[in-house]
């Protein structure tokens, strides 16, 4: 039983940056692979970044790379995704996702928070 909780969306100017959280509680996340997803309005989720146990590999999406970097601080059993260089293409709502075996499959999702970027 893990719930996951994200933070930090909101409206920011294109070219702007944003630093998303995702806190848990009920289990530590020191164990687990970490993952952010997207959807945007009429579009599919997508897969955004993800993170290994020790932050040893990290991995992004194309349209992402070189903007934004995925974090963790497991001390604090929270997650975050800094956003920079902001484009109108990345307006979504963002979910964190905890992958607890490790094998690419996420097994915990939080409700999302609405990251929306205007020109």
């Known amino acids: 039983q893990v719930q996951l909780l994200e933070s930090g969306g909101g409206l920011v100017q294109a070219g702007g940056s944003l630093r998303l959280s995702c806190a848990a509680s009920g289990r530590t996340l020191s164990g687990f692979y970490m993952g952010w997803f997207r959807q945007a309005p009429g579009k599919e989720r997508e897969f955004v970044a993800s993170i290994s146990r020790y932050a040893s590999s990290r991995n992004y999406t194309d349209s992402v790379k070189g903007r934004f970097t995925i974090s963790r601080d497991n001390a604090k059993n929270t997650m975050y995704l800094q956003m920079n260089s902001l484009k109108l293409e990345d307006t979504a709502v963002y979910y964190c996702?905890?992958?607890?075996?490790?094998?690419?499959?996420?097994?915990?999702w939080g409700q999302g928070t609405q990251v929306t970027v205007s020109s």
């Open positions: 996702a905890a992958d607890e075996r490790r094998i690419g499959v996420y097994d915990y």
